[in-house]
């Protein structure tokens, strides 16, 4: 696969690494130094140094803290919701790191196309049914989606991960598609 994309990553200005803070340079070349490449989200959402901090502050929070969704579910959240908000980057992306973290090459197309006859557990089914809910009918949540959250062992605290981790995904889905942001070539081959 080429180095250099044949298409433009987004359609808003992308700065060099020279031409970036250093902290956020520094975040990137740790990225690359384990990854082998920076995904392209970082040098596109580089563009605004401030608005980077902040997103990558709450991603981080959400996605490394310790509890009882997985690394792996977290990433069908994101999958699923991303496939559903039609967010390429994310599904490519994040499909990417699911299929690692799951160690399974096949469930991250499984749960882009569709969740409901992927080869999950019950239990994730109902995260995802919950994710879903959140990233398009928020407004219709209640009592009985946390009761049944809570038939599949899933608390109050983590009602809120799956809902926070579906919309912040939200709008990373729609900042994705707004700025037509191009998946790494690199993605479409991990884990497989």
């Not at 990553?9 to 250093?22: A, K």
């Not at 996605?63 to 579910?73: C, I």
């Not at 009985?144 to 605290?157: C, K, M, P, R, V």
Request: aromatic share 8%; proline share 6%; hydrophobic share 50%.
């Amino acid at each position: 696969m080429s180095a250099q994309p044949e298409f433009p990553i987004s359609r808003f200005p992308v700065p060099s690494l020279e031409e970036m803070p250093e902290d956020i340079r520094a975040r990137l070349l740790a990225v690359q130094e384990k990854a082998g490449f920076i995904p392209n989200v970082f040098l596109v959402l580089a563009h605004r140094p401030e608005e980077f901090r902040a997103f990558m502050a709450y991603h981080d929070a959400l996605m490394d803290k310790p509890g009882p969704l997985t690394k792996a579910e977290r990433e069908m959240i994101i999958v699923a919701t991303s496939n559903a908000n039609q967010c390429q980057y994310c599904v490519v992306a994040h499909g990417a790191i699911l299929r690692i973290r799951a160690k399974n090459p096949l469930i991250a197309d499984q749960v882009a196309i569709n969740y409901r006859k992927a080869d999950i557990t019950p239990r994730q089914k109902a995260m995802l049914d919950f994710a879903m809910k959140v990233a398009f009918a928020a407004h219709d949540v209640g009592d009985a989606d946390l009761a049944t959250l809570a038939a599949h062992g899933f608390d109050q605290e983590d009602a809120w991960d799956i809902a926070a981790i579906a919309a912040f995904f939200g709008m990373s889905n729609r900042m994705a598609n707004v700025t037509s942001m191009r998946p790494n070539a690199e993605f479409y081959t991990m884990g497989r």
